[in-house]
């Protein structure tokens, strides 16, 4: 769907992800597309309508975003939030419009199942309708620079692959086809689930070499030398004052929320589990942010936070500190 030839572009659910997402395309649409937009929580709608008072509306039902727009965006939480915004919502759904011929976008992080449930329905109501699972990856912070990066349910050779990667890029940096329906999600959890381990891992290996002795900015330095180089422990080092950009030198703020990880995680196992793959380390892995999450000194902190969960020393820079004044001395 060509974006020079629609009048109207949807967006439900502004949270932490849709409301700097919807703000880049209300920054950077063409002027004569307006924007129709719906959340239950009434302060994130005004919030977007006050900063793009001429391009934003405000309605009232996901029905009438989908009456108004000819491409419609979702970022919702959960699968049981896309299925009733889509198809279990009674008369305010997306699918009580008209969709016929529209363009649909979830880029909620959901799982497969739901995701291809809501597919089916569109596809048996609306044969002319194309859904798209399209998560994304990069964080608050990456959804408010632009800088996300969408995982596509569709073929790189989709005929409408080169709309969505003009629209996508008002909002991110990278548009990833992944294959087909369902494929964006499959991707993004075996994602997350590769980075939520790696993320205990390095905070095991972090722990082990400092109660031996070891500085963690030798460690940080040996790892992204050696054969264990990765970007957790790169960019996100879950011991805190290692990487001073690292949301653990932040006070675990402004990061991945480790409750989102265990959501993601759990996900993952579960798509592990239908396909049929062997998986030794989840298990031990969503106790972790289970427990995590359960945890008053992490929850609501970013998720490499497990580092604290699992007792890794966070005040190591005063030993640092007193072994250089006693050297000085
Ligand atoms: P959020 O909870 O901040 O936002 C979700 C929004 O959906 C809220 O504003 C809520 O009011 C709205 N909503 C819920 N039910 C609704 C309904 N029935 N109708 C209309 N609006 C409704 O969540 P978020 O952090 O923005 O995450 C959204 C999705 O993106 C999740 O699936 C999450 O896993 C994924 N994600 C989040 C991050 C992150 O760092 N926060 C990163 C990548 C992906």
């Known amino acids: 769907m060509d974006l020079s030839k629609i009048s109207g572009l949807g967006f439900v659910g502004l949270g932490a992800m849709g409301l700097p997402m919807a703000g880049h395309l209300a920054a950077k649409l063409p002027e004569s597309i307006q924007m129709f937009v719906f959340d239950i929580n009434q302060a994130s709608v005004d919030q977007l309508h006050s900063e793009f008072p001429r391009r934003i509306v405000k309605c009232s039902s996901a029905k009438e975003v989908a009456d108004k727009s000819e491409i419609i965006m979702t970022m919702l939480p959960e699968g049981k939030h896309v299925r009733l915004v889509y198809i279990e919502g009674g008369d305010s759904t997306i699918c009580s419009s008209d969709v016929a011929g529209k363009l649909l976008l979830d880029c909620s992080t959901i799982d497969t199942a739901s995701s291809l449930a809501v597919k089916d329905y569109i596809n048996k109501k609306f044969p002319t309708t194309s859904f798209y699972d399209a998560p994304v990856s990069g964080g608050v912070v990456g959804a408010q620079k632009g800088t996300i990066a969408f995982f596509l349910g569709c073929d790189g050779a989709d005929p409408n692959m080169p709309h969505l990667t003009t629209l996508l890029k008002m909002m991110g940096k990278d548009v990833i086809p992944c294959g ?142 007193e072994a250089t004044a006693n050297k000085l001395t």
């Open 180 to 321: 087909g329906p369902s494929k964006g999600l499959a991707a993004k959890l075996s994602n997350n689930y590769l980075s939520g381990t790696i993320a205990i891992a390095v905070s095991e290996a972090m722990d082990m070499g400092m109660r031996s002795g070891l500085d963690p900015r030798v460690l940080h330095k040996v790892f992204a030398a050696g054969t264990a180089q990765n970007t957790i422990s790169d960019r996100f080092c879950p011991v805190p004052g290692v990487y001073p950009e690292a949301p653990s030198s932040k006070g675990y703020t402004n990061g991945f929320k480790v409750q989102l990880m265990r959501k993601d995680y759990n996900l993952a196992l579960e798509m592990a589990k239908r396909v049929g793959s062997k998986n030794v380390l989840g298990e031990a892995g969503l106790a972790t942010y289970d427990g995590a999450s359960n945890d008053p000194k992490c929850r609501d902190l970013d998720s490499r936070v497990v580092y604290r969960y699992l007792g890794g020393r966070e005040d190591w820079q005063k030993d640092a500190d």
